[in-house]
């Protein structure tokens, strides 16, 4: 794992929540993206050392409206940035770690990703995102 790229925070209405982000803790928006492969709408916020990832869901059917529905809005996945994502799923596999996708799939940002079951990871979802 070369460093945590990003921290996704799911959100039931983006633009509602934006200006939280930009005005009152002033952090920059980076940009805002439609991830189909995911149904998730995404806006980008520079944190200084990680961005932040709001999700907010474009569907019924995205993995963020039933976070939503079971959980509410808060912390989704942490995203660790590799090189090398392929290889990286099979050590882990090999390690017994559950993953969620058999191939890296489109992501936000340009990016390949892979999601790692909570289940083989205590708890937490993480993703493994892999940019060129
Ligand atoms: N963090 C921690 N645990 C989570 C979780 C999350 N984000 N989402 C679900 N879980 C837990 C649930 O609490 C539940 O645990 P219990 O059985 O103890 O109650 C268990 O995982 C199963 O959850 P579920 O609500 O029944 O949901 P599913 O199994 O249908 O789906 C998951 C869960 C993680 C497999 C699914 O959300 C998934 O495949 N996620 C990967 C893709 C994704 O999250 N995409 C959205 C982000 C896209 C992006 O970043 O662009």
Redesign the pocket.
């Known amino acids: 794992m070369k460093k945590v790229d ?1 921290i ?1 925070i ?1 959100v039931r209405d983006l633009n509602a929540v934006l200006p939280y982000y930009t005005e009152t803790l002033g952090l920059p928006l980076m940009k805002i993206e439609e ?1 189909e ?4 709408r ?1 806006a980008f916020i520079d944190a200084g050392n990680v961005k932040l ?1 709001l ?1 907010e869901p474009m569907a019924e059917e ?3 409206f ?2 939503l529905e ?2 509410g809005e808060g ?3 942490i ?1 660790f940035g590799v090189v090398g994502i392929e290889e990286r799923m099979e050590e882990l596999r090999e390690k017994g770690v559950q993953l ?2 058999d191939k890296p799939k489109p ?2 940002g340009g990016a390949m ?1 892979a ?1 790692l ?3 083989s ?1 205590n ?3 993480y ?1 493994l ?1 892999e940019k060129e």
């Open positions: 990003h996704g799911a991830v492969s995911q149904n998730v995404v990832e999700l995205s993995a963020i039933k976070f079971k959980k912390i989704h996945h995203a969620l996708n992501g936000a990703v999601f079951h909570p289940k990871s708890g937490v979802l993703e995102c």
